[in-house]
T-cell receptor
Framework: RKEVEQDPGPFNVPEGATVAFNCTYS??????FFWYRQDCRKEPKLLMS???SGNEDGRFTAQLNRASQYISLLIRDSKLSDSATYLC??????????????FGKGTKLSVIP | GAGVSQSPSNKVTEKGKDVELRCDPI?????LYWYRQSLGQGLEFLIY????????KSGLPSDRFSAERTGGSVSTLTIQRTQQEDSAVYLC?????????????FGQGTRLTVV
């Protein structure tokens, strides 16, 4: 089983729609979680961290379920500019006081006019 | 520097030649990652350096690939006897991995084309 798994998509949604992405992780020792965004032919950039209690940033809501080892990202009122690939990222302790990030393959979103 | 710097930004090489890709991480970042991304595909983990510890090389696809990190800063990814399937964007990222919850910052990548 891969350490971080995502549905690759693509998700094609109309403007204004609500879309949800899911991610599962296999290592129960994982300690922190993120969503990154990657635009076409660009490098990935941090979208938001994911907190245990769930967190919201404008139209974006991230949730974590540690028992099920599951992370989600909800985008409300989709905009054309939301079209990108969304990467799920997991951080775990790797020994010697260090942490290692593992990236999922990403889910591609296309918002259609 | 202000961010992660990679060079060259583009590299075209002939099949069978060796190439070196360079990454300058953010100053003070102890963790450095190399990823490969083929056109339209997800990130493929290659190698991870953390401080002075032995690197995690589990993602290197063959013995033609190697990487080193000198002085805990600059890293070089070397591909020997390049093949056409090595054509991809090679991305480097760094983070301050001693702090839980910190993000990784990516360079803009090196686009490698093997002809």
């Amino acid at each position: 089983r891969k350490e971080v798994e995502q549905d690759p998509g693509p998700f094609n949604v109309p403007e204004g729609a609500t879309v949800a992405f899911n991610c599962t992780y296999s290592n129960s020792a994982s300690q922190s979680f993120f969503w990154y965004r990657q635009d076409c032919r660009k490098e990935p950039k941090l979208l938001m961290s994911v907190y245990s209690s769930g967190n919201e940033d404008g139209r974006f809501t991230a949730q974590l379920n540690r028992a099920s080892q599951y992370i989600s990202l909800l985008i409300r009122d989709s905009k054309l500019s939301d079209s990108a690939t969304y990467l799920c990222v997991v951080n775990r302790y790797s020994g010697a006081g260090s942490y290692q990030l593992t990236f999922g393959k990403g889910t591609k979103l296309s918002v259609i006019p | 520097g202000a961010g992660v710097s990679q060079s060259p930004s583009n590299k075209v090489t002939e099949k069978g030649k060796d190439v070196e890709l360079r990454c300058d991480p953010i100053s003070g970042h102890t963790a450095l990652y190399w990823y490969r991304q083929s056109l339209g595909q997800g990130l493929e983990f290659l190698i991870y350096f953390q401080g002075n510890s032995a690197p995690d090389k589990s993602g290197l696809p063959s013995d033609r690939f190697s990487a080193e990190r000198t002085g805990g800063s600059v890293s070089t990814l070397t591909i020997q006897r390049t093949q056409q399937e090595d054509s991809a964007v090679y991305l480097c990222a760094s983070s301050s991995n001693r702090v839980l919850g910190t993000e990784a910052f990516f360079g803009q990548g090196t686009r490698l084309t093997v002809v």
